[in-house]
């Protein structure tokens, strides 16, 4: 299964709409993800034209759409996935197995975060616990500078789980 991941669209701040090079890489993704701060539905209209969507809200989303949820947790293929759009156990001093009980009630194998717009893929392994951490950055806000920014990929197959980021051109 192949899942686009984004965050921190920010539209209509950030642009009139979703650029066509994020368009482009989603071509064939089975699912998308969006990690907050959306805005606007039309977003998430156009996201579900590429894809069926899962998305949570951000910080900063004021948008009421029944799409939309607090977090997630859900099992694909056999991997506990948890969305969430901002996921302090990583910078914080209470870590990451702390971060994973407070925001999804139990360990994860994946987790998807935004609100940082910096982009970021890490594999965590600590005690036991193990986890592959992803953060696509911001399509239109980079690092919070008005540009083509990056998305990521997560692939899942035979029950591991692999993500890249994709900088958009």
């Keep these: 299964m192949l ?15 979703l650029p066509p090079a994020l368009k482009e890489v ?12 959306i805005y ?3 977003v998430l209209d156009e996201l579900e034209e590429i894809a069926p969507i899962t998305v949570v809200r951000g910080d900063d989303d004021v948008l009421r759409d029944p799409r939309v949820e607090e977090k997630v947790v859900m099992e694909i293929e056999g991997l506990k996935i948890g969305i969430i759009p901002r996921f302090p156990g990583l910078y ?18 994946v987790v998807v975060f935004g609100d940082t717009h910096s982009a970021l893929v ?9 986890a592959l951490l992803v953060n696509p950055g911001s399509p239109l806000l980079p690092n919070y500078f ?24």
């Design 146 to 169: 008005h540009r083509l920014g990056s998305v990521g990929l997560l692939e899942i197959k035979d029950g591991k789980a692999e993500a890249r980021i994709v900088e958009l051109k």
């Design 26 to 37: 989603f071509k064939g993704v089975d699912r998308i993800f969006h990690a907050g701060d």
């Design 92 to 109: 914080f001093l209470w870590g990451v197995e702390q971060g994973m009980d407070n925001q999804f009630g139990c360990p994860v194998d």
């Design 40 to 42: 606007v539905s039309s």
């Design 3 to 17: 899942i686009g991941l984004l965050s921190d669209t920010h539209i209509p701040e950030a642009g009139r709409s």
């Design 122 to 130: 890490k594999r965590y392994q600590k005690d036991g616990v193990q």
